[in-house]
């Protein structure tokens, strides 16, 4: 089997941190990398170092048949179609598909938590996409991704501003990962795969409430901010009234749903085990991004 290692998306945020990765603290040769994007030429700094850019859009079937091809372990990370049309499912589909025909040796695939069982509204495109990895028969890496503390951008900046935090997420606790911590993890399982295939839940080492998340984002950016407990249709209600599109409205929601049903609270040692360092703490997230999150 080759030794390659392509990484799909890989001008997106998570693409780039994992190559990055694997370049640095993996220590893989650049000839062994290949970094799929739907732009080349955002990635020449890449080339220029070696690694293999080659172009792949899902909804482009000649892409994908030439991109794959020759490839010892594709990564395909979710996309970010959520358009209601079940575009990102077939997107998924499309890619798994044409990197088992390809005849790649390994497929990994990016997830989120309890795929089977979450109530976050794109779960059944996980679990379905899931499944369409086994069913290839191929050795696989599954990566179960907590929500990033980097996702508390959309909510903190408006809550310092305003002082009130609106959630529906109650006594619901999530444990909040850096990015970069997800993709060194990556990055260490592709560079050093099990003989078999796994699945890791990736995750920080502590799982907060809102409430919690509150009282330390005040402590962090010196400004207080009280949580608003809602149920999901003030929420919805609420948004709705601020002018969220409605279309992505029910999506939102499911975020609020999820953490109080405990999908999102579930607290690994992965990311330690395959990177060899604790996970960033999510007070350490706070103060390095203290400027951006005080609204």
Known sequence: MSDTILVTGASGHLGRLVIDHLLGDRGVAPQRIIAGTRDPQKLSDLAARGVTVRRI????????????????????????????????????KAAIAAAAKAGVGRIAYTSLPKAESSHVGFAPDHRQSEEAVKATGLPYLIFRNNWYQENLHMSLPQAAGTGQWYTSAGDGRTAFVARDDIAAAIAAALANPPEDSATYTLTGDEAFTNAEIAALASDVLGKPIAVVNLTDAQLAEGMKAAGVPEPVIPTLVSFDTATREGDLGERTDDVARLTGRKPRPLRDFLVANKAALAG
């Not at 048949?65 to 990102?88: H, N, Q, W």
């Open 57 to 92: 859009d899902f909804d482009d079937a000649a892409s994908l048949e030439s991109g794959f091809a020759g490839v010892g372990t594709v990564l395909v990370i979710s996309t970010d179609a959520l358009d209601g049309a079940g575009t990102r499912l077939r997107q998924h």
